[in-house]
């Protein structure tokens, strides 16, 4: 159980272009969701907690008109980078806290594969 | 100083080996606490949640030390497929946020 899925899985674009991608929860309902970005042996950087129905959470120092997040629904949420450069090239990852915490998980979070963005 | 801090290591030991991680906590208010580890270019898998009691599943062994704000994993018996490296990680409610350490990379030779 508590798996997550990414879509896609890698994506190489050109400068300008936007890039949608989705992380789904496929065996539970999450509320919330977040994202994160991870840079070559660095930890990852929370972007982003994405809130179903309501309006993402942005950390400081990220773009909210960059980064369009939409929480539509309980198990699924799209991070949008909008106008795509070279420095946005990263590995985008989300994670999702299942609702009602299944049995014995607490509030563990689950991690989508991710998702490698070229930007060339 | 950082929410939460690891040895970034790496800890090269051979196999069978036991191998111990601290990782600390600047904020008392942080109220769960978990160990991933994460392969290269993958992404974080949870290895055990860390309970006020301390808990054990097989070779790994977690603990919390909430007066020195610390947790520790323990790995006994050190395997290959443990080559990884391995996240604390941190949740305080009130922000409902997930603190990361830098991560602790861990190498077991044959």
């Known amino acids: 159980g508590a798996v997550v899925s990414q879509h896609p899985s890698r994506v190489i674009c050109k400068s300008g272009t936007s890039v949608k991608i989705e992380c789904r929860s496929l065996?539970?309902?999450?509320?919330?969701m977040f994202w994160y970005r991870q840079f070559p042996k660095k930890s990852l950087m929370l972007m982003a907690t994405?809130?179903?129905?309501?309006?993402?959470?942005?950390e400081q120092g990220v773009e909210k008109d960059k980064f369009l997040i939409n929480h539509a629904s309980l198990t699924l949420s799209t991070l949008t980078v909008t106008s795509a450069h070279p420095e946005d090239s990263s590995f985008y990852i989300c994670s999702a806290i299942p609702f009602p915490p299944s049995s014995g998980s607490g509030n563990e979070q689950f991690f989508g594969p991710g998702t490698r963005l070229t930007v060339l | 100083r950082k929410e939460v801090e690891q040895d970034p290591g790496p800890f090269n030991v051979p196999e069978g080996a036991t191998v111990a991680f601290n990782c600390t906590y600047s904020?008392?208010?942080?109220?769960?606490f978990f160990w991933y580890r994460q392969d290269c270019r993958k992404e974080p898998k949870l290895l055990m949640s860390?309970?006020?009691s301390g808990n054990e599943d097989g070779r790994f062994t977690a603990q919390l030390n909430r007066a020195s704000q610390y947790i520790s994993l323990l790995i006994r018996d050190s395997k290959l497929s443990d080559s990884a490296t391995y996240l604390c990680v941190v949740l305080r409610y009130n922000f409902n946020k997930f603190y990361f350490g830098s991560g602790t990379k861990l190498n077991v030779k044959p």
């Open positions: 994405s809130n179903e129905g309501s309006k993402a959470t942005y």
């Open positions: 860390v309970y006020s």
């Open positions: 065996d539970f309902q999450a509320t919330t």
């Open positions: 904020n008392s208010a942080s109220q769960s």
